[in-house]
T-cell receptor, first 109, second 114 residues
Framework: RKEVEQDPGPFNVPEGATVAFNCTYSNSASQSFFWYRQDCRKEPKLLMSVYSSGNEDGRFTAQLNRASQYISLLIRDSKLSDSATYLCVVTGGSYIPTFGRGTSLIVHP | EPEVTQTPSHQVTQMGQEVILRCVPISNHLYFYWYRQILGQKVEFLVSFYNNEISEKSEIFDDQFSVERPDGSNFTLKIRSTKLEDSAMYFC????????????FGPGTRLTVL
């Protein structure tokens, strides 16, 4: 089983739509969880950390479900500029981050 | 806003040659990292570095690779005897006081091995 799995997409949505991504991880000892955004041929940039209680940053909401070993990212009111690949990152006790392959989002007018 | 910088942005080399990729982490950060991303694939952790020594490394980081902090600002990745499959984007990153802190990535060096 892959350590961090994401649906590669692409998710093709109109502006203003709400879209949700899920990510599952296999290591139950994982400790830290993040969503990064990566634009084409650019470096990953932190979008948000994911906390057990869930957290929200503007139009973005992240949730963690430790029992089912998945994290989610919800984007409300999608903008054209949200088009990117969203990377799920999980860090275990060894502090080695494991990246998912990413979910591609395309927001169209 | 402070940022991680990397040079060169693109490096082309012949198979079998050695390359050195350079990074300047954010100045007050204590942890440094190298990652690679083969085109179309996921970002892969190579190595982390703290207090002038390797703290973690992946299976990918074998004897072909080495890292060094030659002075107070630079952090380098040396790849010896490059192979075609070393062609990838190499990202440097740094974090403040803990590997659990946010990692800030540099813009990457695209390595092409011919």
């Amino acid at each position: 089983r892959k350590e961090v799995e994401q649906d590669p997409g692409p998710f093709n949505v109109p502006e203003g739509a709400t879209v949700a991504f899920n990510c599952t991880y296999s290591n139950s000892a994982s400790q830290s969880f993040f969503w990064y955004r990566q634009d084409c041929r650019k470096e990953p940039k932190l979008l948000m950390s994911v906390y057990s209680s869930g957290n929200e940053d503007g139009r973005f909401t992240a949730q963690l479900n430790r029992a089912s070993q998945y994290i989610s990212l919800l984007i409300r009111d999608s903008k054209l500029s949200d088009s990117a690949t969203y990377l799920c990152v999980v860090t275990g006790g060894s502090y080695i981050p494991t990246f998912g392959r990413g979910t591609s989002l395309i927001v169209h007018p | 806003e402070p940022e991680v910088t990397q040079t060169p942005s693109h490096q082309v080399t012949q198979m079998g040659q050695e390359v050195i990729l350079r990074c300047v982490p954010i100045s007050n950060h204590l942890y440094f990292y190298w990652y690679r991303q083969i085109l179309g694939q996921k970002v892969e952790f190579l190595v982390s570095f703290y207090n002038n020594e390797i703290s973690e490394k992946s299976e990918i980081f074998d004897d072909q690779f080495s890292v060094e902090r030659p002075d107070g600002s630079n952090f380098t990745l040396k790849i010896r005897s490059t192979k075609l499959e070393d062609s990838a984007m190499y990202f440097c990153a740094s974090s403040d006081r803990s590997p659990q802190d946010t990692q800030y990535f540099g813009p990457g060096t695209r390595l092409t091995v011919l």
